[in-house]
């Protein structure tokens, strides 16, 4: 069950790094949502490696195939079925990772979990796993912006280890494409990729945040006690790989505040209620109120580093292992249409409950 | 389904704030457990208002009866069902509070999502919901402490406002009990406590952070993929009241270090796999290494203020709004047996999936 | 989690036969559904012992009270909590029962499941349980009401042993409320109360089948593939105490007819798709057809018999057991209640779901 | 959600008849679990079109490509995606079964539900659904032959319309697929196979009973109340194309008995609990007593015949419709891999909820 999420758009993504593919099925999605492969794969070019100088170079080109659920050009209400095949496969190798423990990687807690791996690529802890994510998020856009005029999610690269991007009064998807980071901040950008190259031919890597505001979602989505809208978020956060933290709205910052400076006054406008201030980050009591949703995700560096670091084998004994080749010295370019797939995910299985709970 | 937690040990939290009672079902829980009416008063206490000088005054003894499921103190394996009857009940209080929409609380969205709500004491978005969470977070933690030798969860005040703890090598339940703020730092708990009365005798609010530290969960328990336990623990602290981030390990600060100076480094200790630096905070893609579980989660400065804020009313009129009577000026205090409680139900619920997927 | 039922209205029903008291839980009732005590006792005192000369003559008056998410006559949507206590309440009471087990009831399986067991009464096993279920099937037909006009569900005793019942073109609810058996023909009605009091005075027990017709449901509700509404209809009424078989339309019988005379050709009534014949039982593929759904259940014999049966104790001793004193002869007649519970459920989170799932 | 089954043990099918093909995501497999694709293959080949004189000869090899979570013949504990390729794929094809609705066919009831339909060979409604759960339960079968030796679960023809199959003392898969009707009477075999190709040489279908008998399952699997073991045997069954009803044990005919003929007395066997008679059918309060689980199943005759039937098309004109082609006059002997396949997908879910919920 850990590999599937969403009560009512509900997704279950399957697939080794090394092993013949990866792919996700969707059971939920509403009949008659307009949909194409090209939908699905734009968003994947934008996840896949090589895709510019500062990811893994691993040719992969994540080709996505339809096996279900759509006919000419639209939803049939029954499950979607998405494959991409690995064509850099090897489910054979045997190396030295097979028999050290990564730091910081999940190789050694899936052993004391499972008492087996598929160890080639990380197997199930690779990021490949995130295809059928995205792919799946793609499907979940289509939806909101079926039924949610002015819907938008736009994620950005913040910060890449100290390096901070300045957030312009207009964002927009283009102003991210625009750099190979995927920050808002042009000039900022160039800094970012200077810091990622240079650690990259250090064999090092680095990390940072990711903010994303969602624009469009109407007031009254979510749900009280357990499955409130940012508690849903938070769980999709820190469910891809490689993040250490979310916060939203005023955040760990907004600790710092007393009440009065921190609380968002109401009031009207064009006979809607608003808040002055978005401390809130768009979501009061587990459910929007219209204002942006905004919220912040934390990746730490790259596990994966080409420098010797002390380990252990898994039979007990001490050794250092380097890692070789191919990695992605930053994650965050990549993570960018990771984090917007889950938002996707998440609001549109909050639409579907909303609907089926109104009064 | 919102009101409901977990995959296996389940539990279903009902009751407005200001109606006959509030509770929980748990379903799952293993027969043959050691069970009292005390285990769960003991954490109940720790939670309920009036217990000290800097939470509110409000009078509730928020005694629990114990309904079904437990037999000559064991449990049955069959539901557990808790009752705590309101004894400060105003159902029916028409009130400015009515018309006006409290700031930075969820009297808006509710009326948003449901078009009615119980208005008084903010029906089931009170805080006394999570009577029913304390309640059966320490069932779970009797569950555990079955299974598990050395298991202990300890949470505590890790910063008012700006005044920060000093954590100390040695945590104890005793040393964080020994203060009314529940923090590690006696010297710190002082002037917390001086800023708590101050803000309160203005009318203010503050909030500021709890930390956890989670010993002898053995490693391998978690899922991959989307039920990360790290992702179950940032959806389980998102859902509590007034929570605004969540951070494990690092957290947000270790996007300021490369991959070099973040990985964990493995090392062997008496047979044992470990790790010499704890960046992980005890987690590796999504399952325990058997290092302690350390987070952090942000509670924002309580939304209920005692002075005047501009808002609007629910037929859309422009109002001022000032609080009357009874609050916390800091929900820290009380949130701390929350936090625990939530840790325990995570844990608990993975356990149990881990006895049933494992080899 | 095998106390609770439904994907988006959602019952959890808790309590042991002696124990405090017996209840439920309702998650995911919509807002703004009419809903006083009385709808719910009126279908409680329809399964209450005592109210008729056949049924068992245990005292307890089973009132209801709703301890939330219902306000000034209203649902809320939050969680629903109702309170039955027991008051015929002996949790200790240490018999021979404990000892040796029932034929045919759960006492062994209980102990070979749980290593424990509330012996008293039944404990969890006890059709007490069922309490719950009716009280939150009738939340489910007051959101039915507000959304179907014409609903209706009719469940009536069709035989008793080989008493049948003749079933005429129009039924109703006071045709069947009309005698204390609970069939649609007040003929056979003397002949089945006559033949459970001459069991009754032998120390016996006799079984049934009860028939159900729902009318009103319209074209299009149910899921395919796995939660088909014959399929979820099935496990609900398995789910009932003393339950052996279901079959829907032409049911068992249909395997005698040969395709040319089983198939339901279809026609035009109003612009509305008919079918002549109805041996779908209005269900095709899993999803109505807007015909009645008709289907039937068997109920076994009681377990509980006045008279010695040969069994084992706990420890794996020969005896002889006898029940003494008061016992249900026949269960049907306060199982036609429960069976409309369950569909009422059943329709219920069907139509929630098709709401959500809805183009 | 419709097309996933299962607690810990989910599996999730997808795929249209003429789609580019079917198949199924199995999530909560155990990790080290011997399977080869031959395991699922062989089963897979018993359900298939064309393997004898009396089932559709639609050409389909149905061949199964294991995608995710097996390695080197064992289970990983990750997801298992199995594909296999629809090859006789027609999914533009325009026939004026799209206009006409097929009675006793899910055509019209799709249409009414989802307003769009995978028209050609019926879509998801077709039992080309079930290689999905055939396959899934292949895999099932895989983890309970490892756990519980003994265990064996026979399904086989019991009756074809009037014609009744003798049940011997001794069943064994090798008897029932002796004949290819797949009953366990040679004798009755012959009548069978003559009544089913006259049936179909006249352009008709017949249907009949498929009777289960389950071997080795321990005492104590199953859960009480909603989740009772025969509740989800019941539903799986009944989620089955073409099927009308389920009865365990006595069944309908029990209903006949009085509680003293009808109940199992208990007795001492190898210091093993155990019952003379079996109408309990092997559960007794959702829970096995380790005797034989015992259960049938009503089929419908095949609703597709090859005469002219009377029916209205989708925009509601009279029209009068005769299927061409290929069918299965008798589904039966291809629906017994699928009982079994359900069986075993249902206990090992429950035998994974065991393993969390003991003592």
Redesign the interface.
């Known amino acids: 069950?850990?590999?599937?999420?969403g009560?009512?758009f509900?997704i279950?993504?399957?697939?080794?790094s090394h092993?013949?593919?990866?792919?996700v099925?969707v059971?939920?999605c509403?009949?008659?949502?307009a949909l194409s492969v090209q939908d699905i794969q734009k968003e994947l070019d934008r996840r896949r490696p090589g895709q510019s100088k500062i990811v893994t170079p691993r040719k992969e080109d994540d080709v996505a195939?339809?096996?279900?659920?759509v006919?000419?050009g639209?939803t049939?209400?029954?499950?979607?079925?998405i494959?991409v095949r690995n064509t850099d496969q090897r489910?054979?190798a045997y190396t030295e990772m097979q028999q050290a423990?990564r730091?910081?990687?999940?190789d050694?807690?899936?052993d004391?979990?499972?008492?087996?791996?598929?160890v080639s690529g990380g197997?199930?802890?690779s990021a490949r796993?995130t295809i059928g994510r995205v792919a799946a998020g793609a499907i979940a856009r289509q939806v909101l912006l079926q039924h949610w005029s002015g819907y938008q999610c736009l994620a950005y690269v913040k910060?890449v280890?100290?390096i901070q991007a300045a957030v312009p009064e207009v964002l927009s998807a283009e102003l991210i494409e625009s750099n190979i980071v995927r920050t808002c901040d042009p000039v900022a950008a160039e800094r970012m990729i200077e810091l990622i190259e240079n650690?990259r031919s250090e064999g090092?890597?680095?990390?940072?945040?990711i903010e994303c505001v969602v624009k469009g979602v109407p007031?009254?989505?979510?749900?009280?006690?357990?499955?409130?809208l940012?508690?849903?978020?938070?769980?999709?956060?820190?469910?891809l790989?490689a993040?250490?933290?979310?916060?939203?709205?005023?955040?760990?910052a907004?600790?710092?505040?007393?009440?009065?400076?921190?609380?968002?006054?109401?009031?009207?406008q064009d006979?809607k209620?608003r808040?002055r201030t978005n401390?809130?980050?768009g979501?009061?009591?587990?459910?929007?109120?219209?204002e942006e949703i905004v919220f912040r995700v934390?990746?730490?560096?790259?596990?994966?580093?080409l420098?010797g670091?002390?380990?252990?084998t898994n039979d007990?004994?001490?050794t250092t292992l380097a890692a070789r080749g191919r990695h992605d010295p930053c994650v965050l370019p990549r993570a960018v249409p990771m984090v917007e797939a889950m938002v996707h995910l998440i609001l549109v299985d909050h639409f579907?409950?909303?609907?089926?709970?109104?009064?």
């Open positions: 069950m850990s590999s599937s999420l009560t009512l509900r279950s993504t399957w697939g080794e092993g013949p593919g990866v792919g099925v059971d939920g509403p009949p008659q949502v195939e339809i096996l279900s659920g006919l000419e639209q049939l209400g029954t499950p979607i079925g494959l489910p054979s423990y730091p910081s990687h999940a050694y807690t899936y004391a979990k499972y008492g087996i791996r598929a197997g199930r802890s796993e910060t280890k100290d650690t090092n890597s680095v990390g940072g945040i007031a009254g989505l979510g749900e009280p006690v357990f499955d409130k940012e508690a849903d978020l938070a769980k999709a956060m820190l469910s790989p993040t250490k933290g979310f916060e939203i709205g005023s955040g760990f907004g600790t710092l505040m007393t009440g009065l400076e921190h609380n968002d006054e109401f009031y009207m006979e209620v808040t401390r809130s980050g979501i009061q009591g587990g459910i929007s109120n219209g934390a990746f730490k560096p790259t596990a994966t580093v420098r670091q002390k380990t252990v007990g004994q001490d579907l409950r909303q609907r089926a709970q109104r009064a």
